[in-house]
């Protein structure tokens, strides 16, 4: 096949991530060396040097691409979970000022990465590995200070000038290539000379050491323990001698090595011990994450029980939590409500445990107890986003749209973002018979998806409705005007859509 310029920048870039992560093909269970997951890829951060309005459309048209090749979990309470857990770091670190979202994505590699604009993805192989909070906050607070020093564009600039367009498709590049297709990324190494290597191999051991520092620094100023990211590192390391042992030093620049968990020992000894427990959110959302990784509910069922009659737990509300779920997944809805009752009882404010139970009372042909049951609970949390979801979705299934509309455009007005809660509102506004909202709150999930052409067809129908109010119509064609300025300023995004359907 002939190499075009954009095929030898995408190989290119390729190469300069494979040398940064580890080497190896297959998983690595990292408690016993048996191969099950694959090491976390420290290195695969991005960020750029570009204007807020670039940065912005760069991390809008990454994600576009993330969504279409990684399974992104979507839950309002895993998502919450995990946002909470970065944006605390993030104050830590005093970056508040600048934009970060964290998301899950359903695999059980065991890695983390950052992408333009402080988009983070966590798998769900390291939360359910992280032996501690600690240690998964270790890793989240790594790949943000991957960000915070913006090491990627540092790297592209120690070498070349690049255009807006060359950097926008190397970091995509870089980083999904890593993420999606490692096969791909090693091919590319062949054709880059040892000399270029080393001098990346070098670079980026660089950066690892400074994200090191600046992740400690800011696991302690968050209260977390700083021991905790030399003892995952160890662990690591552990793993990578009995699975990588004879792979060459070239490719073995996934830099878990003796010299870097002694320099993260000294580091957290500067800020010592914190002793901060594991929260109940941890324990249940590895709880869900398990469940999660079995393919067939009767495996999940056949686990939590196993376990719980072993008592080999770490928690046991949040192994309850996950033995209740997966009953409801098997369908078993009796069973799930029998052992989620004590634990609501035991917990009464938890959101995950009303939720479950409210579902389940829904389920059981009971919405007007799970209507009443979330009525209340989000009274005493006004401001629990999943809480909120999981009400507007009751009240939908109860035909109360209107109800649910309202509820749901109280969180929209802060700019919520998501795809799915967008997708939410289409679904209330649809049964609200409702035109002009429907239209408008689907042009904001196709804006949210990364497809501005769709979003701004969406709006244009939308204020072309009758009935609208001065202030209805002059919100609409405001958000109108402001995304066709930047559909303007992606013209020459190599990202969006019909750039990458032209490269193909």
């Known amino acids: 096949m002939k190499s075009t310029p954009r095929s030898i920048l995408l190989a290119g870039c390729l190469a300069l991530v494979s040398i940064g992560t580890n080497a190896l093909g297959e998983p690595i269970d990292l408690n016993t060396g048996n191969r099950q997951f694959a090491l976390p890829d420290f290195g695969s951060s991005a960020d750029t040097l570009l204007s807020t309005g670039e940065e912005l459309r760069l991390g809008q048209a990454f994600m576009q691409s993330v969504r279409e090749s990684l399974p992104i979990i979507d839950d309002p309470f895993l998502d919450d979970y995990i946002n909470g857990l970065g944006h605390g770091l993030v104050v830590a670190s005093g970056a508040s000022g600048r934009h970060f979202s964290f998301f899950l994505v359903d695999d059980a590699t065991v890695n983390a990465f950052a992408g333009p604009n402080g988009y983070i993805g966590v798998y769900a192989g390291l939360v359910l590995t992280a032996a501690t909070e600690s240690e998964l906050a270790a890793v989240v607070a790594h790949e943000i200070a991957h960000v915070t020093q913006r090491h990627l564009m540092r790297a592209y600039e120690d070498t070349q000038k690049l255009s807006l367009p060359a950097t926008a498709l190397m970091i995509g590049a870089a980083i999904l ?3 999606v297709s490692g096969d791909v990324g090693a091919a590319a190494i062949t054709g880059i000379q040892a000399a270029a290597l080393q001098r990346r191999i070098n670079f980026t051991r660089d950066n690892e050491e400074e994200a090191d520092r600046v992740g400690i620094a800011m696991l302690a100023d968050a209260g977390y323990n700083p021991y905790a990211m030399p003892g995952f590192f160890e662990r690591l390391g552990k793993a990578t001698r009995i699975q990588d042992s004879d792979a060459p030093e070239m490719l073995r620049t996934h830099p878990v090595t003796t010299n870097r968990i002694s320099d993260a020992l000294g580091r957290a000894q500067e800020y010592g011990v914190r002793q901060r427990p594991d929260s109940l959110r941890f324990h249940l959302v590895r709880a869900d994450l398990r469940q999660r990784s079995y393919r067939r509910p009767e495996q999940a069922i056949a686990h939590f029980r196993a376990t719980l009659r072993e008592g080999r737990y770490a928690n046991e509300t949040a192994q309850r939590y996950g033995y209740a779920l997966a009953l409801m997944r098997g369908g078993q809805i009796s069973a799930a409500r029998k052992e989620i009752k004590p634990l609501l009882a035991a917990h009464p404010g938890q959101a995950e445990l009303v939720a479950l139970s409210a579902e389940l009372a829904r389920r059981s042909g009971n919405s007007d107890e799970a209507l009443r049951d979330l009525r209340e609970a989000f009274a005493l949390s006004p401001t629990s986003l999943p809480l909120r979801i999981v009400y507007a979705e009751t009240l939908l299934d109860a035909g109360r749209p209107a109800e649910a509309l309202q509820l749901l455009e109280q969180a929209a007005r802060g700019g919520v973002g998501s795809p799915s809660f967008y997708a939410l509102m289409v679904r209330a506004a ?54 066709k300025e930047d559909q303007e300023a992606m013209k020459d995004d190599p990202w969006n859509k019909q750039s990458r359907r032209d490269a193909n």
């Open 177 to 179: 290539g890593a993420q």
């Open 430 to 483: 649809l049964q609200a018979k409702d035109e002009a909202a429907t239209y408008r709150y689907r042009a904001e999930e196709q804006y949210a998806l990364g497809d501005i052409e769709a979003a701004i067809d969406q709006l244009e129908m939308a204020v072309r409705q009758r009935g609208l109010s001065y202030h209805e119509a002059s919100s609409i064609q405001a958000r109108l005007d402001e995304l």
